[in-house]
């Protein structure tokens, strides 16, 4: 897939999330649309998956470690054609396959349930590491907050994937720099990620989150890479593609109202027209 | 009963042996105490399916539910206190949650930890893992029931908790007939003046202690019970029909464990029988020996019998 349809494709999902949020009246938008170029990247392009095949044994994996980030999922997977996009105006709802978090009792295609902060890099790892003994080709792919990573129980993992020279396993660190309470570096800082990641053995690579050349490289980069795992420390901004909602931690976990999902809509719809004349 | 002594993590690291042969699958993984939990024997035989995390328990509850997603049957080994405790969270979101198939083998549970005292003696991890939703909990009363729980677990698909001791605990089902089925208990001694629902090292006491009753015209009726969940309610609920009283007795909290459960049966049942809950009282442990401290917290024979008669009594 070339940039342009990436980036198409990286805005339909925008519009997935904001509209999955908007049903559901609440959700996590911010962290969601922060990740989304990174989510169509890794459904749309570098994850090896069949959405009529969710279970195939040599799939590639994914953990989305930060849960709450699940309507960016939801939106990736539905647009790559797990399940229909219009069951994301179920988000939330009693009834919905679509949980608050992931659940994979519910949606085929969903590798891991999370939700619970600083869990999904041991799992990741724990997953690369069946990889690894059984000698099987697939990757794993996990998908951290910045926040998140004030959790011990990331670092345990880290430690893990390192001393085990996991290097079928990528953590993807999505560094919108805010969370709930405010600037990361301003509640506790998780500063320096990448020289942290490289204490524990990781190849680390810092990239512009919403620059498709750099994630497709850094991607490349970790395929390349023997020995150890990859850490991608993705720059993002939060909220980003909607203009009132861009660098705001009001919009960590906020649904937007009436008057604000069309703001959205139009914003999105803007980046649509303009993709389309590029 | 016989004389033979044999501490039930002993049993779990051999059983492990047994199991790497028979499936191929199986990985144990543990949190640098592999020589405490004995799985070390599983290490020696397959050095290669024998995972060290490190002591990173919460990581090691992880690493495993990971394995299971890609075909392994995990094994993880550590203490109840970290196994059950430090890892509650991660054992309810990251196994029981998706259900995933990870066997939780929690050894040094209970006060028979001994010498180390209070902060590695878990008293509540039957009640921590209890709550969880599809958790199977295993307390096995010796080295034979200790072995086919391993196996049964091995089989089963899902969660399975399994609660092993420190101490050497003599060997009580060591016969032909012996069966074990998930979620079965067994009358080992008919009565019918009292039904005494034991679990784990408090089996072999109340066989001893039903013996000393007997001597004095109280007929025991001894119910082993390996596994707290499910529990075998079918069996209880005709005890108590039968005997019209019962006590519960556990290595464990009076809270949460084996004790509560037996009484939210009974409470269901619409039997009436009241219940006297044998086990640790609200407190905290402390050092001393294992045998020392089942002594003062009357969890040997001498124990079990007073406390019967006392309730019986009353």
């Not at chain 1, 009834?95 to 999904?120: K, T």
């Not at chain 1, 750099?214 to 490349?220: D, E, G, L, Y």
């Not at chain 2, 039957?126 to 939703?133: D, F, H, Q, S, T």
């Not at chain 2, 039904?195 to 007929?219: N, Q, R």
Request: hydrophobic share 40%; net charge negative; aromatic share 8%.
């Amino acid at each position: 897939m070339n940039n342009l349809l990436l980036k198409k494709t990286a805005n339909e999902v925008r519009k997935g999330i904001v509209t999955a949020v908007y049903n559901a009246k609440a959700g996590h938008p911010g962290g969601s649309l922060s990740a989304a170029d990174i989510y169509t990247y890794l459904y749309f392009e570098e994850m090896n998956i069949d959405p009529a095949n969710p279970k195939k044994e040599d799939r590639d994996r994914f953990v989305l470690s930060k849960g709450h980030t699940a309507p960016g999922l939801y939106s990736a997977m539905a647009h790559r054609g797990f399940f229909p996009v219009s069951d994301l105006t179920t988000l939330r709802k009693l009834g919905s396959n679509l949980q608050g978090h992931p659940s994979m009792q519910y949606v085929p295609g969903i590798d891991m349930s999370s939700g619970s902060l600083g869990q999904g890099v041991s799992v990741a790892a724990g997953m690369a590491l069946a990889g690894q003994m059984d000698n099987a080709g697939y990757r794993v792919y996990t998908l951290v907050g910045d926040g998140e990573i004030q959790e011990g129980q990331i670092w345990e993992a880290a430690m893990f994937a390192g001393h085990k020279k996991l290097d079928n396993l990528v953590v993807i660190v999505d560094n919108n720099g805010l969370q709930i309470d405010g600037p990361v570096d301003e509640v506790c800082s998780p500063y320096p990620i990448d020289k942290k990641f490289e204490a524990f053995h990781f190849h680390v690579i810092n990239i512009d989150a919403h620059d498709f050349d750099a994630i497709r490289a850094a991607f490349a980069q970790a395929r390349q890479t023997k020995g150890k795992p990859t850490c991608i420390i993705a720059k993002s901004i939060k909220g980003k593609g909607v203009s009132f909602m861009e660098g705001q931690c009001a919009w960590h976990g906020t649904a937007p109202n009436d008057e604000q999902y069309e703001i959205a809509i139009k914003d999105l719809e803007e980046i649509s027209k303009k993709l389309a004349e590029a | 009963m016989s004389d033979k002594k044999i501490a039930t993590r002993e049993s779990y690291g051999n059983a492990l042996v047994e199991l790497g042969a028979k499936y191929e699958n199986v990985v144990v993984l543990d949190a640098d105490l592999a020589a405490a939990t004995k799985t070390g024997v599983f290490k020696k035989a397959y050095p290669e399916r024998h995972i060290n995390c490190g002591i990173a328990e919460c990581n090691m509850t992880g690493i495993a539910a990971g394995l299971s997603t890609c075909g392994k049957i995990p094994f993880i080994s550590s203490f109840a206190m970290f196994a059950a405790g430090r890892n509650f969270e991660q054992v309810r979101n990251s196994i029981g949650y998706p259900r995933l198939n990870v066997k939780i083998g929690a050894t040094h549970a209970g006060i028979t930890v001994g010498e180390d005292g209070a902060s590695h003696q878990c008293n509540e991890d039957i009640a921590l893992m209890r709550v969880i939703p599809g958790m199977v909990v295993m307390n096995p009363a010796d080295d034979i029931e200790a072995k086919a729980a391993v196996h049964a677990a091995a089989a089963y698909e899902g969660p399975v908790y399994l609660r092993f001791g420190r101490a050497a605990c003599p060997v009580i089902n060591d016969r032909p007939e012996y069966h074990f089925e998930i979620g079965k208990g067994e009358v080992l001694l008919t009565g019918s003046d009292v039904t005494i629902v034991a679990t784990g090292i408090c089996v072999g006491a109340a066989l001893s202690a039903a013996e000393e009753l007997k001597a004095e015209g109280i007929s025991a009726e001894v119910i082993n019970i390996c596994t707290i969940k499910p529990l075998d309610e079918k069996l209880i609920i005709e005890s108590a029909r039968k005997t019209g009283r019962v006590v519960t007795a556990e290595e464990h909290s009076i809270i949460g464990g084996l004790g509560s459960a037996v009484c939210e049966t009974l409470a269901e049942s619409g039997v009436s029988a009241p219940v006297y809950r044998i086990g640790i009282r609200d407190v905290y442990g402390e050092s001393g020996s294992a045998a020392a401290l089942v002594e003062k917290y009357r969890l040997d024979a001498k124990g079990l019998y007073e406390q019967v008669k006392e309730f019986l009594s009353k």
